[in-house]
């Protein structure tokens, strides 16, 4: 997955250009549903200030009916090796995973996640995220789109219209709630940047991950795994925005796509026959109840739903990290919503190895598995999905933690720690660390708030900051080097992303910085 995260600063710019290259331009009408399709049409639209546009998420698939879903199929082979599933089984389960063709995937992954938040940005039309792709209501949404369109243009509303501080900040209250992928503090930064607007900070990640309850259950995070159509059934974005506005966690001035504000959105839906008529389908065809799939808030609290994002800093990651903490294993986590984890460091400089190691039984419960090298100078920043799905699917894979420089695929799951900054590559401590080092991880899922320190070597034993001062005298390992088939565009990409501020930026281009840096070097 070398391309994967560049290819989407590459799409952004091809759609800006080649929306700025069409003379009679009166507007953009953005059809994305992927893991990165949707994110760079977000950013390239964001960067067309002056010209109205809407986005259509491309929706979601069906689940097949006695099939697993799209992201368990994908573990197949590690529960092959394992001897969990026969050849037979694995064939079979994983030609029946999609029950409809096109969309996103059938679980709250990246892709998901993207959907939801372009409606929250303002960017779609309310309850448009996760509609089942390609029937009938996905066509209405995607007709009353280009409607819309057209009214923004008569109406004269731009792009810096609807996107503002206020509706970035939107969007991360919403991807709290929701309990959203992790890749989305890499593109939300990034729709920022496109937009001209303040770059969320860490810390503010922190302050509304503290601040907004998680509601909604779905895959893959729980407490029940409902399909996002679910969701969508149940009321998608608008319904959970209902239950944040009686919080006072929204902006509602905002303006979207509509060419109302959020308010007045909200105001239609709460009344709307088309919020009853879903709810009530959802009851008959699935049998749910839609208060199963969104809770109320005090409902949430009763089901012991805790905030989804903690992000853990330490002697390892001094720049910050990141772990949905809604997803790690409940029977691993102690009475008092703390996660705690000391073991010895299983170290590998690439996802391959490490995949090897867990099919052959090297890595045991207890084990903290890092696995460095593979930011963004790396690998291209990869998704490490084959190394959180197998131990998702071995039975003492809970027992594991995980701690990487990469980022995850949004149905990840497990005490997976990643976006760990700085990277391995960049001189990061995590860089640093050998087999057999004793990490000990700290995640409290209720104060959102956590920590991961080098505290041993061999034998001994000292504090977080003796590890500190262990780490400064180390170089690093003498096999982290960037993957020698990285392709040389892959390499611009990271050298130019880490001259924009690097991961927690977005991992975007910043021309600013990047003329600032040459200008810094052609002088010395």
Request: proline share 6%.
């Amino acid at each position: 997955m070398f391309d994967s995260l560049p290819y989407r600063n590459d799409a952004a710019i091809i759609f800006r250009r080649l929306a700025r290259s069409l003379p009679l331009r009166a507007g953009v009408l953005g059809i994305a549903t992927c893991d990165k399709g949707l994110p760079a049409m977000m950013m390239a639209i964001a960067g067309l200030h002056d010209l109205p546009c809407v986005i259509v998420p491309g929706g979601v698939t069906l689940p097949a009916e006695g099939a697993e879903d799209a992201g368990t199929v994908q573990t197949l082979g590690t529960r092959f090796a394992h001897g969990l599933v026969t050849l037979s089984e694995a064939a079979d389960l994983g030609c029946r995973a999609c029950g409809s063709p096109g969309g996103g995937c059938q679980f709250l992954g990246t892709a998901a996640t993207a959907q939801v938040v372009g409606e929250a940005l303002g960017l779609s039309l309310p309850h448009s995220a996760l509609a089942p792709s390609g029937q009938p209501v996905w066509l209405d949404m995607a007709r009353r789109s280009a409607r819309a369109l057209h009214q923004l243009h008569e109406g004269k509303r731009k792009m810096r219209d609807v996107l503002t501080d206020a509706s970035i900040q939107n969007a991360m209250v919403i991807h709290a709630a929701f309990g959203g992928s992790t890749n989305l503090l890499l593109h939300i930064p990034a729709i920022a940047h496109s937009a001209g607007l303040k770059l969320p900070t860490v810390d503010d990640w922190i302050s509304v991950n503290r601040r907004v309850p998680r509601l909604v259950s779905v895959l893959p995070n729980g407490p029940i795994h409902h399909p996002t159509v679910r969701v969508f059934l149940a009321g998608g974005v608008p319904e959970v925005m209902l239950h944040l506005r009686r919080l006072n966690l929204l902006n509602t001035g905002v303006v979207t796509v509509t060419g109302k504000t959020l308010g007045e959105n909200l105001d239609w839906w709460e009344k709307s026959e088309r919020r009853g008529r879903f709810r009530k389908l959802l009851k008959q065809l699935d049998g749910v109840d839609a208060d199963e799939v969104i809770f109320p808030p005090d409902k949430a609290r009763e089901r012991g739903l805790a905030g989804t994002l903690v992000f853990p800093r330490g002697n390892l990651a001094p720049e910050g990290s990141v772990v949905k903490a809604t997803a790690i294993d409940p029977s691993v986590v102690d009475a008092d919503g703390v996660y705690r984890k000391e073991g010895p460091a299983r170290v590998f400089v690439n996802e391959k190895d490490a995949m090897v190691a867990i099919k052959q039984g090297r890595i045991k419960a207890g084990d903290v598995l890092v696995l460095t090298g593979v930011g963004p100078m790396g690998t291209g920043m990869e998704e490490t999905y084959q190394v959180t799905g197998a131990l998702k699917h071995v039975p003492f894979g809970k027992q594991v933690a995980l701690l990487t420089d990469a980022r995850f695929s949004g149905l990840s799951t497990g005490a997976c720690i990643g976006h760990i900054g700085p990277e391995g590559l960049a001189g990061g401590p995590i860089g640093k660390v050998l087999d057999g080092d004793i990490i000990r991880i700290h995640i409290d899922c209720r104060r959102n708030e956590g920590s991961v320190d080098l505290v041993g070597e061999g034998q001994r034993r000292f504090t977080p900051e003796e590890g500190r001062r262990a780490l400064v005298t180390r170089g690093p390992r003498k096999d982290l080097a960037s993957n020698a088939a990285l392709p040389e565009d892959t390499r611009l990409w990271a050298a130019l992303q880490l001259a924009s501020g690097g991961t927690w930026a977005g991992c975007v281009y910043d021309p600013e910085q990047i003329i600032a840096t040459l200008k810094a070097g052609q002088a010395v």
